[in-house]
């Protein structure tokens, strides 16, 4: 048999018209330019082993608040928990994005380094990670260390 393997989908009728209308055709150009930008001096491995989850995916959520343009790596948001979501705050208190951080896993061992992961009521956000559409910030991540006590 020459060329490329034949491949066989088995699904929903519904599911397929979905992939259908969202695959690009094979002369149609992507319609953003995307970037990512990380510090590569934090690895995510090393998060882990601090007891600390790296943090992606803020950005995430329908509505986008317009000070999301503002992050940039290297930069410090103060991030709290809000019953039983954490969110990340710029300086001003606006909401940037939900940590997909779950209560019932705070305390957990964590599979790859043995250690309990203990999600902290307030922190600060390490921004490491950006990712941008056409220039534009479009999510970020990061790691959390926990609030210092006042002292």
């Given at each position: 048999?020459?060329?490329?393997?034949?491949?066989?989908?088995?699904?929903?009728?519904?599911?397929?018209?979905?992939?259908?209308?969202?695959?690009?055709?094979?002369?149609?150009?992507?319609?953003?330019?995307?970037?990512?930008?990380?510090?590569?001096?934090?690895?995510?491995?090393?998060?882990?082993?601090?007891?600390?989850?790296?943090?992606?995916?803020?950005?995430?959520?329908?509505e986008k608040a317009p000070e999301l343009a503002n992050v940039d790596t290297g930069q410090r948001?103060?991030?709290?928990?809000?019953?039983?979501?954490?969110?990340?705050?710029?300086?001003?208190?606006?909401?940037?994005?939900?940590?997909?951080?779950?209560?019932?896993?705070?305390?957990?061992?964590?599979?790859?380094?043995?250690?309990?992961?203990?999600?902290?009521?307030?922190?600060?956000?390490?921004?490491?990670?950006?990712?941008?559409?056409?220039?534009?910030?479009?999510?970020?991540?990061?790691?959390?260390?926990?609030?210092?006590?006042?002292?």
């Open positions: 048999m020459n060329g490329d393997p034949v491949v066989a989908l088995v699904t929903r009728p519904e599911l397929l018209l979905h992939l259908q209308q969202a695959a690009p055709k094979p002369d149609e150009k992507p319609t953003r330019e995307e970037t990512v930008q990380t510090d590569p001096d934090v690895l995510a491995e090393d998060r882990w082993k601090a007891g600390t989850p790296p943090v992606h995916g803020l950005a995430k959520q329908s948001l103060r991030v709290e928990r809000l019953d039983k979501h954490w969110v990340a705050l710029d300086p001003d208190g606006v909401v940037l994005g939900k940590l997909r951080w779950r209560l019932a896993d705070s305390g957990k061992i964590d599979q790859r380094s043995g250690l309990a992961m203990n999600y902290p009521d307030s922190g600060v956000l390490h921004v490491t990670r950006l990712r941008k559409a056409d220039g534009q910030v479009v999510d970020f991540g990061g790691y959390v260390t926990p609030e210092e006590p006042a002292g």
